[in-house]
Each structure stands twice: as structure tokens, then as C-alpha cells.
């Protein structure tokens, strides 16, 4: 073989056993908790089921919308949190009377976050497990997912998933507004 293509085939190969052992170690992370919550890359298609909670496309949550009780919106996509504070790397919008619960679809919580994500939904329903709630976060986001669940798990009975999120919502052309996220703890 010609040295030059020995030359070429050498960091080709390097490249190549790189490529599949980095696949091997991914491929070795786990996804989901021991407990059922998605640990891991949480930008990624989702299913289309969630257990005790009802998925609703746009039409549907406007319907939603214009009962009562009505529901209460619950935004958990993230914002970095540093030193007791959020940190704003880039403006977030959300649809209108919203309560941004940020970080709290992360699928492990710290028992702060934990508290956090209970004492707000308690706030928010007036301690009430029947108020509805809908959950979510961006289209093929599973921090909307782990919401819902682990409100399910808190004994909430009438959960939504609005599982394209404020994807959908602004593709079909509804209003937003800026957001901020509720204070913490």
C-alpha cells in the first residue's frame, strides 16, 4: 500500500475506533431513573402516551382553555441556575398566563427542587388534586413528560400534556409573552 493512503488511512481509522467506542459509552448511559423519569438527552422525540396524564394537541388545549374550571399552564422548560439565582442566558417566552416552574422536569431532583416543584402546584391549585393542569415545555421535550408524571405521582387527578409545546403554539400563530421564572425556593 502507498504510504500516502497508510498516511490517510491511519487517522481515518483513529476517527472510526473513536467514533464507536464514544457510541458504545453513550449507548451505556442510561435514559430513565430507577423510578421511570428521563435522566437524559431530554431534547428527543418523546412517546405518545403518558400514564395519568391526557395528551392534548393545540386545538384541544384551546378548548381547555375556554372551560372551567379553567387549567392552570405550567411551563418547566430550564434555565440555568447559578448561586441561588437564574441566570438569563437568552429570553424565554411562554404562553399567556403561564407559571414557568423552571428545572422542575428534570428527571432527578434535588430535594429542594423537589419541594420547590410540590409547594408551588399546591399554590397553584389552592390544594386543590382535581384543578387541571397542563405541562409543558418545547416539541420533543421530555421535561414536560417527567412534569406530568411526577405530578401524577403527587396524587394530581386531572393532568394534560401539551406535548409540542410552545412549538405548536407559535406555529399556529398564538400570542406568547415574555416570561420569567417563579421565584425559588
Not at 27 to 48: C, H, K, Q, V, W
Not at 68 to 93: A, N
Amino acid at each position: 500500500m502507498p504510504r500516502a493512503r497508510r498516511r490517510l488511512l491511519r487517522p481515518s481509522l483513529a476517527v472510526l475506533s473513536l467514533s464507536l467506542l464514544l457510541g458504545v459509552a453513550h449507548a451505556e448511559t442510561p435514559l430513565f431513573s430507577p423510578d421511570g423519569y428521563r435522566i437524559g438527552l431530554y431534547r428527543s422525540p418523546t412517546p405518545n402516551q403518558l400514564d395519568g396524564a391526557a395528551i392534548v394537541d393545540t386545538a384541544a388545549l384551546q378548548t381547555l382553555l375556554s372551560q372551567t374550571p379553567h387549567p392552570v399552564l405550567i411551563d418547566v422548560y430550564r434555565r440555568q441556575w447559578l448561586q441561588g439565582r437564574f441566570i438569563e442566558d437568552q429570553p424565554h417566552e411562554n404562553l399567556p398566563g403561564s407559571h414557568w416552574l423552571a428545572n422542575t422536569g428534570d428527571g432527578d431532583l434535588t430535594p429542594d427542587w423537589r419541594d420547590y416543584f410540590a409547594r408551588k402546584l399546591n399554590a397553584l391549585t389552592a390544594g386543590d388534586r382535581a384543578q387541571p393542569l397542563v405541562f409543558y415545555c418545547r416539541a420533543d421535550c421530555w421535561l414536560s413528560w417527567n412534569a406530568a408524571r411526577r405530578a401524577a405521582a403527587m396524587g394530581y387527578k386531572t393532568l394534560y400534556w401539551y406535548r409540542d409545546g410552545l412549538d405548536a403554539w407559535q406555529a399556529a400563530n398564538l400570542p406568547v409573552v415574555p416570561a420569567q421564572p417563579e421565584p425559588f425556593p
